[in-house]
């Protein structure tokens, strides 16, 4: 409502009768100081303003912690690893030990996204170690036994994703998702811990370790918050010093990596095709090597993963100081390689029948994982250069059950398939390099769109850069240079499957080399303000003693698409509606339209909850309590502080994006 020119939250016993979605923030009474419709920020590369305005503050100067060695993971759908780099060397990032086992004839220095949990979900192996244990598994224990893979897709289409959200394993047994993560999280922690201790001869203290953890730019804020839950169930942090964690965006770390690589030594392989020249480790610690990209410089990273795809594009701010901003808001999708892997399952559904392949999967699940491994292998060799077909193992199990099951042989069920380009000797389901590439397709064309649309949003790009381990795809290569290298150089950095894992790194050594990002989405409160005839809906009147208010009003705190600066903070005063009052809920709303006029408009969802704890004596009645709010929207979290301006004391701000 508005009282002398503020807004007013409402409180819920004047409103009981009402129904509309607005007041389910309405917990407590609170009273908001007006502000602009569409909220100003101040430039992050022009001067911080010397005095603080009603609605915002000067960038915050982040306490720096004395971190000694900085460890990033990278923890993708398929394929995770984690690196490190100690402080005062900088220029020398080391990458994981090899993991044991591995794929013959592939780059194997990141390991598998699969962990093996006994059956009291107590862990037991992680990656190929948990692959191959799962593999040797005897069918009746592999029933009992916990084995998860690309789980981490789960965190991108759950959009009800909280700490209570369970996942299933591949014998079907659902069990808590924060669990499963942890495990995987606390393995990397053990890991690198005892490679630290082993190349420095003692236990380095865990308080002066950075942990880094990438994930897509495209997520949502809850799952990046479930991400940091996990990590602190694995004991990475405490949540007493969240700074010793950064949650790092996937193609924005890589875009740094990118950033950090010799673009003057660019070797040409054509006219389509740009390569780049990477310095030996020993080399770039010798010359300083760096990037020489000029100030205002645009390039496009496509990070293409196993799960998403992420798209960004930076801006070279400070090229000496390594400085970029982000000239559009994050894009991409479900895009990954698993798109391929359920190209071909389809394909088997096809041929054997989708009723006997889903059956299959779910009474073999570790014969079902040996076929797939068979097929990610032949997958990463396909290639528009080769005309050979491409032979994928068919598992013992699945050959005799398919027998068993539909009462013939393999043979015949590949022999009536109609679609062609499918043969099947010794074993082998041997597949049509046309085939392969039919497979591809429908992934490669989305990549394609969003690339694309990118270009009637941004101008003046110069470099495509190609990174994330789907990247290594020559089919995929071959597809980004024949599309768009007649409008900008396509750039494929050496050893492309860890540019996000060294980026990582590097982001933690600096984080302050993002100046400037773009919201995602718009976000806000919702409110209750005068009501406007003409302008506000009849729908939306709500009148109480005898006064007409609007309901549902949506408080924007920033737009998609906004330019927010690092640090930079929003301000907001609500005071408690009671003297007596000890807690202030807010609910926070999103959209990803940029003009929001009601949180009731479709596109518009509830994500979240600020809640202040109200510690303290309240004030004398003759003086109004006002609590001031700091939200920063610049940061790759969204975070928030308080200030009870009567008292001088801070106040807790707890921010949630899980059902906590």
């Not at 070279?316 to 698993?338: F, I, Q």
């Not at 389901?429 to 490669?444: I, K, W």
Request: aromatic fraction near 8%; glycine fraction near 8%; charged fraction near 25%.
């Amino acid at each position: 409502m508005t009282d002398g020119g503020r807004s007013v939250l409402a409180r819920p016993d004047d409103f009981e009768s009402l129904s509309s979605g607005g007041y389910d923030m309405a917990e407590v009474g609170v009273t908001r100081f007006p502000t602009p419709s569409t909220p100003r920020t101040t430039p992050a590369a022009s001067p911080a303003p010397r005095g603080e305005s009603p609605l915002y503050a000067a960038p915050e100067r982040p306490r720096r912690p004395e971190h000694a060695v900085v460890v990033a993971i990278d923890f993708g759908t398929t394929y995770s690893g984690y690196a490190f780099s100690f402080v005062s060397s900088p220029g020398a990032i080391h990458v994981m030990r090899r993991a044991a086992g591995g794929d013959p004839g592939l780059n194997n220095q990141k390991t598998p996204t699969a962990l093996l949990l006994s059956p009291e979900a107590e862990f037991s192996a992680f990656g190929f170690a948990a692959r191959d244990a799962y593999h040797d598994l005897e069918p009746r224990q592999a029933a009992e036994w916990l084995y998860f893979d690309k789980f981490k897709l789960s965190l991108h289409t759950d959009a009800s994703l909280g700490v209570d959200t369970y996942i299933p394993a591949a014998n079907g047994q659902c069990i808590s998702a924060l669990l499963v993560f942890a495990h995987a999280l606390s393995f990397f922690r053990r890991q690198a811990l005892d490679e630290l201790d082993d190349l420095l001869g003692y236990e380095m203290p865990a308080g002066q370790i950075r942990w880094v953890i990438t994930v897509p730019a495209i997520w949502r804020q809850h799952a990046k918050q479930f991400m940091r839950q996990a990590a602190y169930k694995a004991g990475l942090c405490s949540e007493g010093r969240r700074e010793d964690l950064l949650i790092a965006l996937e193609p924005e770390v890589a875009s740094v990596y990118c950033h950090s690589l010799r673009l003057h030594e660019l070797v040409h392989e054509g006219a389509d095709r740009v390569s780049v020249y990477v310095p030996s480790r020993g080399e770039e610690a010798r010359t300083g090597a760096a990037v020489q990209m000029v100030r205002g410089t645009r390039y496009l990273v496509v990070d293409c993963g196993g799960g998403t795809v992420d798209i960004t594009v930076h801006e070279v701010l400070d090229s000496e100081h390594r400085r970029l901003k982000e000239v559009y808001k994050a894009s991409g999708g479900p895009y990954g390689s698993v798109g391929v892997d359920m190209q071909f399952e389809s394909l088997l559904g096809d041929i054997f029948g989708a009723e006997f392949v889903s059956g299959f999967r779910s009474r073999r699940p570790a014969a079902w994982i040996d076929l797939m491994v068979a097929f990610e292998a032949r997958k990463r060799a396909a290639s528009p250069d080769k005309a050979s077909p491409l032979n994928v193992a068919l598992p013992f199990a699945f050959i005799s059950e398919f027998k068993k099951v539909r009462g013939k042989k393999v043979e015949q069920a590949v022999k009536n398939y109609r679609g062609g380009q499918v043969r099947y000797t010794d074993g082998m389901l041997r597949l049509d390099s046309e085939l392969m590439q039919h497979l591809f397709a429908p992934t490669l064309d989305k990549i394609t769109e969003q690339v694309e649309s990118l270009f009637d949003m941004v101008s003046n790009m110069q470099y495509l850069f190609l990174v994330g381990g789907f990247s290594e795809s020559k089919l995929l290569q071959e597809r980004m240079k024949r599309t768009f290298s007649d409008r900008i150089k396509v750039v494929i950095p050496q050893e492309v499957s860890l540019a996000i894992l060294r980026g990582a790194v590097l982001f933690g050594l600096d984080p302050s080399v993002i100046q400037v990002r773009r919201c995602t989405m718009t976000y806000g409160v919702g409110v209750l303000n005068k009501f406007m005839r003409g302008i506000h809906p009849q729908g939306k009147l709500l009148v109480r003693d005898g006064r007409e208010w609007c309901a549902d009003i949506f408080d924007k705190f920033v737009t998609a698409d906004q330019s927010v600066g690092v640090g930079e903070t929003l301000l907001r005063r609500y005071t408690p509606a009671r003297a007596d009052q000890t807690t202030i809920v807010l609910h926070l709303y999103c959209s990803h339209k940029e003009k929001v006029m009601f949180v009731t408009d479709d596109g518009v969802e509830k994500c979240g909850t600020l809640k202040l704890i109200l510690e303290g004596t309240a004030p004398s009645p003759a003086k109004r309590r006002e609590i001031q709010v700091r939200m920063r929207f610049g940061d790759t979290e969204i975070l928030a502080s308080a200030v009870d301006l009567v008292s001088q004391r801070s106040v807790t701000a707890h921010i949630n994006f899980l059902n906590l």
